[in-house]
């Protein structure tokens, strides 16, 4: 009797510890729950690249070439999949449109030069994102008494990922929306100074993204988010400027009017309009133009860059039972 007691006291205290251990594991893996997130998000995107910007371009710091007024809008659908407690893998699906202009910036360059664009931008990418702020569901249970502040249900993370896009740039050519990339602005098709063909430039490029966030959570299964991320390009056409000015005399024969009027739509700018000191000499010019043959009309040194900000909404989907306790 007395061993048997035993015995069953053995396996009632084993039971018991495998409960314990198996609810407190239970408990802190509640995150596999809830691994499935729908997003939707909406936003602002900007581009630095060869047009518009601000009065001092500076290569080297993509950001001091922001001008606010490029800003468009995008739209974009995501799915993520939490691997980790604190890791999350997400594919995002972006429609978005950019543009530029030279009449948005006083630098005396870009003015002369007098290009624009806009350009539909649809992207497919996918992000690693790490939460160093973890994504906190809130309580299982409300018992009258307890708050929770709304910091509480904040989390934060960053992210970074890869994928491609196509792109259209588009130019407004006597009131209608042309695209540029059959237009051949730059000449390809033609032979360049070397006797060699100039290539056409690809409409697809990959693309690197880099971004931090911030969501708040609303209940278990629904949130916001405030994301803020940059994509970086592998070309430099996105506006459709990168190179050289071509011929455009034979350009306008080659092709016709169009592609000549918009590979070439210098304003010409007489002296008095002129205050800088970088003309040699500092001679007199009665009327200053920078778009002849060979001339610099863009800069294949640095590739296209757009960023955006956006606001999102994410609805994680609940996998099996409940596991909040009942009473």
Known sequence: ???????????????????????????????????????????????????????????????????????????????GYKIHEKMNL???????????????TDNIYREVRNLSFRSSIYEASVQYEYYWLKEKTGASYKLKGIKSSLLSNISGYFFAGGGGIYFNPQADYNGKWVDLPPLNTEGQG?????????????????????????????????????????????????????????????????????????????????????????????????NLSWTGKDQQRGSPLSKDYYMYGTVGFHYKFLKGRSIKPRF
């Open 90 to 104: 997400r594919v995002n699906l972006l429609l978005a449109r950019v543009a530029g202009s030279d009449e948005y």
């Open 190 to 286: 033609l032979l360049d100074n070397n006797g060699n063909i100039i290539p056409d430039y690809e409409q697809f490029t990959a693309i690197i993204l880099a971004g931090a966030g911030f969501k708040l959570f609303l209940n278990k299964q629904m949130s916001i988010s405030v994301e803020y991320a940059g994509r970086y390009t592998f070309t430099d056409y996105i506006d459709d400027v990168s190179t050289n000015y071509y011929d455009n005399t034979a350009l306008r024969a080659a092709y016709g009017d169009a592609p000549a009027d918009l590979a070439d739509r210098n304003i010409l700018i007489s002296q008095p309009d002129y205050d800088g000191s970088s003309i040699e000499g500092n001679t007199l010019v009665p």
């Open 1 to 79: 009797m007395t061993k048997n007691f035993a015995f069953l006291s053995k396996v009632l205290l084993t039971f018991s510890l495998i409960i314990l251990i198996g609810g407190n594991d239970l408990f802190s893996q509640k995150w596999k729950y809830y691994r499935h997130e729908f997003s939707t998000e909406v936003g602002g995107t900007n581009f630095l690249g060869e047009l518009g910007g601000s009065d001092q371009y500076n290569p080297k710091f993509y950001h001091s070439d922001f001008d606010f007024r490029a800003t468009r809008p995008s739209f974009g659908l995501g799915y």
